[in-house]
T-cell receptor
């Protein structure tokens, strides 16, 4: 089993749609959780951190369920510019080892 | 301010050769991490350095080594290159020691081994 697993995708959605990505992790001692965005042939960029209480940044909402070892990202009112690969990231034991999921590709169509 | 800079941007090497990749972190950042990204996969963690000391290591063979200099720049060395080492190598810098917290990535070095 992979340490971090994401929905395989790709997701193809129309503009304005709501889309949700799921991610599970295997190490219960994991301490920090993030979503990164990576555009084609570009470097990953931090989208948002994920907190136990859940957090929101504009159209983006992240949730963490430690008991189920599950992380989610919800994107509302999708824009063409949201088309990218979304990477789930888990940091273990003091944050010294970081594990990226394989990523979920999102295509938003007009 | 300059972001994370990596050099070279592209590199072609022959099997068995050695390669050195370079990374300059954002000014004021003391932590540098290295990742390998194969097409279609997420970045795989190789090393993290903080204050010139190795703080984390991923599941990579001993052919991979790295170091961090007093100015916090870093080098990643790979010996005895294999075809499977062909990938995008990413460097990320952050202010604190906890990896990925506010981490900023460089644009990467694309290594092709032939």
């Amino acid at each position: 089993r992979k340490e971090v697993e994401q929905d395989p995708g790709p997701f193809n959605v129309p503009e304005g749609a709501t889309v949700a990505f799921n991610c599970t992790y295997s190490n219960s001692a994991s301490q920090s959780f993030f979503w990164y965005r990576q555009d084609c042939r570009k470097e990953p960029k931090l989208l948002m951190s994920v907190y136990s209480s859940g957090n929101e940044d504009g159209r983006f909402t992240a949730q963490l369920n430690r008991a189920s070892q599950y992380i989610s990202l919800l994107i509302r009112d999708s824009k063409l510019s949201d088309s990218a690969t979304y990477l789930c990231v888990v940091a273990n034991t003091g944050g010294f080892k970081t594990i990226f999921g394989a990523g979920t590709r999102l295509f938003v169509k007009a | 301010d300059a972001g994370v800079t990596q050099s070279p941007t592209h590199l072609i090497k022959t099997r068995g050769q050695q390669v050195t990749l370079r990374c300059s972190p954002i000014s004021g950042h003391k932590s540098v991490s290295w990742y390998q990204q194969v097409l279609g996969q997420g970045p795989q963690f190789i090393f993290q350095y903080y204050e010139k000391e190795e703080r984390g290591r991923g599941n990579f063979p001993d052919r991979f080594s790295a170091r961090q200099f007093p100015n916090y720049s870093s080098e990643l060395n790979v010996n005895a290159l294999l075809l499977g080492d062909s990938a995008l190598y990413l460097c990320a810098s952050s202010f604190g020691v906890v990896a990925t917290t506010e981490a900023f990535f460089g644009q990467g070095t694309r290594l092709t081994v032939v």
